[in-house]
């Protein structure tokens, strides 16, 4: 998708945010929920990101993604652990 590229490249999290937000509105996915669960956890909003990470999971991964479901699973994990600290 061509959002989650352009997100990637946004000077700040209020460009990112609402690119990643509008690509998910327009494609439910892995690939989708899983960036911008990672968004969410690179600006620390932990609980958003345990609720992405865990969406992307119901998915099926694409051909196109390089993360794999282990790789979401860690990252899942990370966010909770720092629920739990805050």
Same mark, same amino acid.
């Given at each position: 998708?061509?959002?989650?590229?352009?997100?990637?490249?946004?000077?700040?999290? #209020? +460009?990112?945010?609402?690119?990643?937000?509008? $690509?998910?509105?327009? %494609? @439910?996915?892995?690939?989708?929920?899983?960036?911008?669960?990672?968004?969410?956890?690179?600006?620390?909003?932990? #609980? +958003?990101?345990?609720?992405?990470?865990?969406? $992307?999971?119901?998915? %099926? @991964?694409?051909?196109?993604?390089?993360?794999?479901?282990?790789?979401?699973?860690?990252?899942?994990?990370?966010?909770?652990?720092?629920?739990?600290?805050?």
């Amino acid at each position: 998708l061509e959002l989650i590229r352009l997100a990637d490249e946004a000077d700040s999290r #209020d +460009r990112k945010f609402p690119i990643m937000n509008k $690509a998910v509105e327009l %494609e @439910k996915s892995y690939r989708t929920y899983l960036h911008r669960g990672l968004a969410f956890l690179d600006c620390w909003v932990f #609980d +958003r990101a345990v609720l992405d990470l865990a969406r $992307a999971l119901q998915y %099926e @991964k694409d051909a196109t993604e390089s993360i794999e479901k282990t790789e979401v699973e860690k990252y899942l994990v990370k966010a909770q652990k720092a629920i739990t600290v805050l």
